[in-house]
């Protein structure tokens, strides 16, 4: 029998609880030996719930009962999930999470002591919810460099865009029912200003490229400039808006984004609609494959912490080596990039002269929807020179790079 601790009794810790009580008997199997839920951390009192008998409100009775050989760690945010994380570890027990924040910012020491102690720290749960991506990358393309790593990484910004796609629904609106829907968090800014899809592409290039990416030096661009207006244009052009999350790695420069593309319909990402996440990962021999599933939810990312938990109990004094050095992988900007952008200008065709004048040959685009104003495409530019440029325009309503 292996006994586990689980800190935090929210949304994810209470799923963690209920998909062990549920499914006790095939992940007893699958674990190769019982799996007991010994205690659960919260500062709340839940009266009359599973969890009252075995609640406690101090770490310390968790850290210093040596029964507990697994801490699944589900409590968000960097402390004190940090504190309580590195003493599990330093005390010899494993850890499961799904915190990207916590990952993402001491990712490289967790795991380095884990390997001193020889046990494990896990955090599949931190990146896509239920999509296996973060063992596939450590164990089932480790033959291949990964060269590309590209994706939709954040359910409730896949779930609102979808809604102003499908309803003809403002940001605002589709914010507001993803929040009356759990979806987004009362704060929501994490989500739609990019910052927790930049986290989670920090995580999976740091596991691919195997140094340590800095969340902070990441481009960031969340979706909530992007307004109804936006879609109708997109649609026109055959294209649905998706935030992007990616990594490169070419000529052995590194370069790592987050923002809203405009995906054409042949496009694998297009499809992907609603709370779903799915991740590209490229190499030179394997080609893309693509992960593809729930991005978030109480009990997709529920069961990727307990497999993490059946994984820990199989290597109860062995770990299970991951390569993420600490050492800093330099991330080259972005302004080099070529792509084409979507424009879109408020104003009269009197202005199409100018744009003409700065950028060359666009392509314009009117939609009914806009009877005062106007869209253009631009060809392949860079983000410098279009950025430069975009300055002379008068009337720029926004900007939308395309895939
Ligand atoms: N807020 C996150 C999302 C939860 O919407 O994807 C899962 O990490």
Known sequence: ?????????????????EVIDKNNASIDMKAGGGIRIKYVLDLRDFPGDRVESILVHDFDTILNDPDVRIVVEVMG???PAYSFVKKSLLAGKSVCTSNKELVAKHGPELISIARSKNINFLFEASVGGAIP??????SSLTADPILQIKGILNGTTNYILTQMADEGWEFDKALETAQKLGYAERN??????????????AILSSLAFGKNVDYENIYTEGISKITALDIVYAKKLGCAVKLLASSVCEDGRYYAMVAPFLVGSSHPLYGVCGVYNAIFVNGESIGDVMFYGSGAGKLPTACAVVADVVDAAKHLDKHIYTFWSDEELKLTGIENATRRFFVR?????????????????????????DPDGFGFVTGPVTEKWFNER??????????????
């Open 188 to 201: 929501p800014e994490a989500d739609i200003e990019g910052y927790d899809a930049c986290r989670k592409i």
């Open 77 to 79: 945010g960097v402390e």
């Open 345 to 369: 200008v408020s104003g009269q065709s009197g202005s199409r002269d100018k744009i003409d004048s700065v950028f060359g040959e666009v392509s314009y685009i009117t939609v009914d929807e």
């Open 1 to 17: 029998m292996t006994d586990i601790a689980v800190l935090g009794y929210g949304t994810v810790g209470s799923g963690v609880v």
């Open 133 to 138: 991506v973060i063992r596939p990358i450590n």
């Open 390 to 403: 975009l300055k002379e325009i008068e009337g720029v309503k926004g900007r939308i790079r395309f895939e």
